[in-house]
């Protein structure tokens, strides 16, 4: 398979590109985060979500260590071509390295004098059971 397809995709400074994973089914919102050529195109190879890791400097295949693989389903491009979304099934029904489904688990309330980030999703397992 041709590669020109990557081309399509506006690459940031750093060669990534914002990358939103979305539960198939439900729409959850589940997390953000980068890619780079290769991390998509290892992506579309597999069928399971690989993210670039800018904190390790490396490729990330979601779930390598928790089990919690992101098989995906569908890939799209914003209208801009600089942002992805990927529609995955999400194992083990947690995303997020807190034990939480989704990754957007705090919602503020209150108002711009008196407001504060309210956990509103539990812990579906505690991380320590997860990652070893």
């Known amino acids: 398979m041709s590669s020109t397809w990557l081309n399509k995709v506006k690459w940031d400074e750093h060669g990534l590109v914002p990358v939103i994973a979305q539960e198939a089914g439900s729409n959850d919102v589940l997390m953000f985060a980068w890619m780079n050529r290769d991390a998509l195109a ?3 190879a597999l069928g399971e979500a690989v993210y670039w890791s800018r904190s390790r400097k490396k490729l ?26 990927l529609k995955v099934a ?4 947690i995303a997020c390295h807190t034990g939480r489904h989704s990754c957007f688990f705090q919602k503020f309330e209150g108002s711009e ?7 509103v999703e539990p812990v579906l397992k505690e991380p320590d ?4």
Not at 113 to 119: I, L, M, P, Q
């Open 42 to 44: 290892k992506t579309v």
């Open 90 to 93: 999400q194992a083990g029904d």
């Open 60 to 85: 990330w295949h979601k779930g390598e260590e928790s089990g919690h693989v992101q098989k995906v389903l569908e890939i799209r491009l914003d209208c801009d071509e600089d942002v992805v979304l």
């Open 113 to 119: 004098k008196d407001g504060a980030w309210e956990t």
């Open 129 to 132: 059971a997860i990652y070893k």
